[in-house]
Structure formats: structure tokens, C-alpha cells
């Protein structure tokens, strides 16, 4: 089994290390993917597996925000939506777990890390939804953020993590525009619906801004990922891809961006923008935000009580196999 920590020195099993250099950079350098029968170094599986494993736990902790809002939503439309929407999430994140295991890992291994803290996820679930406009701050910023970040990895150069992504970026665009309909609504609605919004807006920015992950000079995996093609473009890049997107779509809502430095530059063809608070995300990435104890506990419990379930369906399995093996006996 293949663990995100692992040491360094695990032993390659199919080849010589230079021979699966050789083979997995032409592959590389021809813009061809790497699957899972094709040797590749261990740091490429090693960073793959905590990249998607990551990316698989933000997925399902990610739907506790949202299903905080399921049995208050305004109309049984908005609650339909929202029970598809949150449920969306978790099918996103088996997908991710699924191609996590294509690369050796384990999924009880990579949900136990979760579980006790020693696996990270995206540091946006941290902050907490107290209104109904924060559905549609999510939608809008957060899986727009996730849209600008995901689209590029459809073309990863590992095959079962681009070909998941395809189905989820189709997923997230539906949910991009659910939760900007939403802000729409408020936005033109009464003057405290849209006081709502603009508050949402206010507390959500600069945690989606940061959702990228830190400046590119603070990035330590960053180059690595570059090489091997995982990331194509870099975390400051796609930042100001989010921020140049956004600003039009916050003039049509008639919100303000809570960004007093932003402003069109001419000379670059993008918007400059102030400096995110890196001290807060540290702390929310350490640990240390908001909503960071409830979310594991929250996560710790739903495993425990969902314990009778996974045993329910090893005896079910069981009995089946015993009830196939009597019939052929
Ligand atoms: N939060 O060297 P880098 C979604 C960590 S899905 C927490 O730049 P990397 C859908 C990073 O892991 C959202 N940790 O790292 C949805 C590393 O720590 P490590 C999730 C972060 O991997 C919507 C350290 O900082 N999306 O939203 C964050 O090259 C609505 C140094 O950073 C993905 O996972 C962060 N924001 O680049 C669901 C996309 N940023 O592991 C429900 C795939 C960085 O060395 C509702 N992932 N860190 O201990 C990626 O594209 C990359 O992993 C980055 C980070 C860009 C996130």
C-alpha cells in the first residue's frame, strides 16, 4: 500500500528506477498520459495520491457547509437544489477516492488520516455559513475558485485523475451558476436581501482568493507538479484568473468587492489586487480557523455512526459469496 507519507525510499516494484525515468518522462514530454499500469517515480505517485486524496477530502467535508442550509432552505426548489447540489460533492469525492486507490492507496487509510488530522483539505470549509446568502456565496466564489483551479487538471498528466475531473468540472459549472442565481435573487431583492448578499460577499472573498494556496515564492510543491505536469498553471496564476472573472460578475450583481486595492490595470490587462491575509491562512491550514474542530468532529462522528452500514455490507457480501460458492459447489 501506497501511504501520502511514506518514506522516500520506498522500493520501486516493476523496474529499475533510470528505466522508469526514461519511460515516464518520454510519456511526459509527449503530452501522453500516465495510467496505472505505467511505472512512474515515487514522488510522482507520492504527490499525486496527497493531492487527490486532499482534493477528495475537501469534496465531502465540503458538503457539511451547505448541508448545514438543507432543512432551512426558502422554497422546497431552493432545498431540492441544494440536497442535489451537496449530494454532488460526495459523488466528486468517490471519484477522487477511486482514483487515489488506481495509484495504490487505500481509502480507509487516506479517510483515517482525515479523521485524525494528519491529511489536509481545502482550507475554504473552515469558515462558517450563519445566513442563507452564504449558499450562494459558496456557489458563486467557491465552486467558481474550484472551476478556474479544476478546468486545467482535466489535462493532468495522470490519466484516472483528468478523466474524473471532466465529469466533476461539468458538475461544479452547474453549481457555479446555481449559487450566482441565488445572489442574483438577493441581489434584487428587498434592501436587507440584498445587505445579505453583499455581507456574504464581504466574508467569503478573500477565503476564496486564498483557496489557490499560497504565493507561488511560498509554494514548496509547486515546481515539482509543474515538471510532472499535475499542475498547469501556477497557484498566483489561476489566482488572478479568479479575480479578473469575478469582477465583472460582482458589477452585474451591483455588490461590491470588500478590496479596496482593486483596480484595471491597463499595462498588465488584469485587475491589481490587495495582499490576502497569508497569517490567516496558515492558521486555518494548521488547524486553527474557525470551523476547523467542528468539521473533523463532525466528520469523526458521521464515520463512527455510519460504522453499522460498512459492516451491514461486508455481511451482505459475505453471504452472497458463501450463497454463490454453495450453488456451484
Ligand atoms: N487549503 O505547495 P502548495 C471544491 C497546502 S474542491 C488547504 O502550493 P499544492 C469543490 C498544500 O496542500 C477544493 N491546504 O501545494 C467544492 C501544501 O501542504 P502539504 C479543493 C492548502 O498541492 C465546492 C501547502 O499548503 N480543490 O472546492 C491549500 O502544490 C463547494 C503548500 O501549498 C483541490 O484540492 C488550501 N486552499 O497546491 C466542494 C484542487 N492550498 O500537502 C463543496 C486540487 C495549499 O505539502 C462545495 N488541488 N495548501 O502538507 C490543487 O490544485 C493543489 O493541491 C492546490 C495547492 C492548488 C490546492
Redesign the pocket.
Same mark, same amino acid.
Request: charged share 20%.
Given at each position: 500500500m501506497y501511504s501520502p507519507d511514506a518514506p522516500n525510499n520506498q522500493k520501486l516494484t516493476k523496474a529499475s528506477s533510470e528505466d522508469v525515468i526514461e519511460s515516464f518522462e518520454q510519456l511526459l514530454e509527449n503530452d501522453q498520459r500516465i495510467e496505472p499500469r505505467d511505472d512512474m517515480p515515487d514522488n510522482y505517485r507520492r504527490t499525486l495520491i496527497?493531492?487527490i486524496g486532499?482534493?477528495a477530502h475537501?469534496?465531502i467535508i465540503?458538503?457539511q457547509?451547505?448541508a448545514n442550509w438543507i432543512t432551512r432552505a426558502p422554497s422546497l426548489r431552493r432545498k431540492a437544489i441544494l440536497m442535489s447540489?451537496v449530494q454532488d460533492?460526495a459523488g466528486?469525492g468517490l471519484y477522487l477516492y477511486s482514483a487515489a486507490e488506481t495509484l495504490g492507496a487505500d481509502r480507509t487509510d487516506l479517510l483515517e488520516k482525515l479523521n485524525d488530522g494528519k491529511m489536509?483539505?481545502?482550507? =475554504?470549509?473552515n469558515y462558517p455559513t450563519p445566513t442563507w446568502a452564504d449558499m450562494g456565496a =459558496?456557489?458563486w466564489l467557491?465552486?467558481g475558485?474550484?472551476i478556474v483551479?479544476?478546468v486545467p487538471?482535466c489535462r493532468n498528466s495522470y490519466g484516472p485523475y483528468a478523466r474524473a475531473m471532466v465529469r466533476i468540472c461539468k458538475e461544479?459549472s452547474f453549481?457555479q451558476r446555481q449559487g450566482y442565481e441565488i445572489m442574483l435573487t438577493l441581489s434584487n431583492g428587498t434592501p436587507e436581501q440584498k445587505e445579505m448578499a453583499q455581507d456574504a460577499l464581504n466574508r467569503w472573498w478573500w477565503p476564496s482568493v486564498?483557496?489557490?494556496?499560497?504565493p507561488d515564492d511560498?509554494?514548496?510543491?509547486?515546481a515539482a507538479?509543474m515538471k510532472w505536469k499535475i499542475?498547469l498553471f501556477s497557484?498566483d496564476d489561476?489566482r488572478q484568473k479568479f479575480v479578473d472573472m469575478a469582477v465583472g460578475q460582482a458589477d452585474i450583481l451591483g455588490l461590491t468587492i470588500p478590496d479596496p486595492d482593486l483596480k484595471w490595470n491597463e499595462e498588465t490587462g488584469h485587475y491589481d489586487f490587495g495582499e490576502p491575509d497569508w497569517d490567516e491562512?496558515f492558521d486555518? =491550514?494548521n488547524g486553527n480557523g474557525p470551523c476547523n474542530k467542528l468539521r473533523v468532529d463532525s466528520r469523526r462522528k458521521a464515520h463512527e455512526d455510519g460504522q453499522w452500514v460498512r459492516d451491514a455490507a461486508v455481511a451482505f457480501a459475505n453471504k452472497q459469496k458463501t450463497l454463490a460458492e454453495n450453488q456451484a459447489a
Open positions: 496527497r493531492q486532499q482534493h475537501s469534496e465540503g458538503m457547509p451547505e447540489k460533492e466528486h489536509k483539505y481545502s482550507s =475554504i470549509f =459558496i456557489g467557491v465552486d475558485a474550484a483551479n479544476q487538471l461544479e453549481h486564498m483557496m489557490f494556496g499560497p511560498q509554494s514548496p510543491n509547486s507538479s499542475k497557484n489561476l491562512f486555518v =491550514i
